[in-house]
């Protein structure tokens, strides 16, 4: 029996994104992270809400264009959703497209919370075959004000110079280097538990925030209960593996 929370927003946009254009071998399209949240139903205790979400696991291991989702719920609000990584924009728009909205403003009585972030440059630490342990994993969205007078190949030359340091740290097992619509930059973690996300950002990654920015980073934090892998081989992503 399909989810009556989660299966008809996800089986019923299935078409929609068989249809999104690919985009020409020439022009690599960069890929976009999206998380998503949705409020939960004040009577589905979050237990349920996995056992909803693990329903739907067949049909987004096979989505079209979908490379990772991290189904999660938002530690400040307790909203579910999930962070998305899809191979380009056209994809991720073909799914979250104005009938996605509509289907969760009549099922849910609320507004979903879409927001899209450019990632041109990503790391899995994750060895192919390493044992998942979902139930802890713990993910961050960091984001920084980008300096006056830093561009985007900027950004990206100091993303790409940066892999090898998070390529060591200990817990992490993926990260998505982010560029925002509204002109911000920083990242989406992906951890193996709260102490490892902790020990990261402490005081003092804090304080070095404060230093070189002048300002204070953003931080959200989820708790990401199932990750889930694309099936498909034409939704890779080239990702640095250490």
Request: no cysteine; glycine share 6%; proline share 8%.
């Amino acid at each position: 029996m399909k989810s009556p929370l989660l299966a008809p927003i996800a089986a019923a946009v299935l078409a929609a994104v068989a249809h999104a254009q690919t985009p020409a071998p020439q022009a690599a399209a960069t890929p976009v992270a999206v998380i998503v949240k949705v409020p939960k139903p004040w009577y589905a205790p979050k237990a349920v809400v996995v056992g909803k979400m693990r329903d739907t696991i067949p049909q987004y291991e096979n989505l079209a264009g979908l490379n990772y989702k991290m189904f999660s719920f938002a530690q400040a609000d307790r909203h579910f959703g999930g962070i998305y990584l899809w191979r380009d924009r056209a994809v991720a728009q073909a799914w979250f497209n104005p009938a996605w909205f509509e289907r969760v403003r009549r099922e849910r009585g609320a507004e979903g919370n879409v927001r899209t972030f450019e990632v041109p440059v990503s790391l899995d630490n994750v060895r192919p075959g390493a044992p998942a342990n979902d139930a802890d994993n713990i993910a961050t969205l960091v984001t920084i004000p980008v300096p006056p007078n830093v561009g985007r190949a900027r950004l990206i030359e100091e993303f790409r110079a940066a892999v090898p340091l998070y390529q060591r740290i200990a817990g992490l097992k993926r990260k998505y280097f982010v560029i925002t619509d509204d002109g911000r930059f920083g990242g989406i973690y992906l951890w193996e538990s709260q102490a490892a996300a902790d020990q990261w950002f402490n005081t003092a990654w804090h304080e070095r925030v404060r230093k070189t920015y002048g300002t204070e980073a953003a931080l959200e934090w989820f708790d990401t209960p199932i990750l889930l892998p694309s099936k498909l081989a034409d939704n890779r992503i080239d990702m640095a593996r250490p």
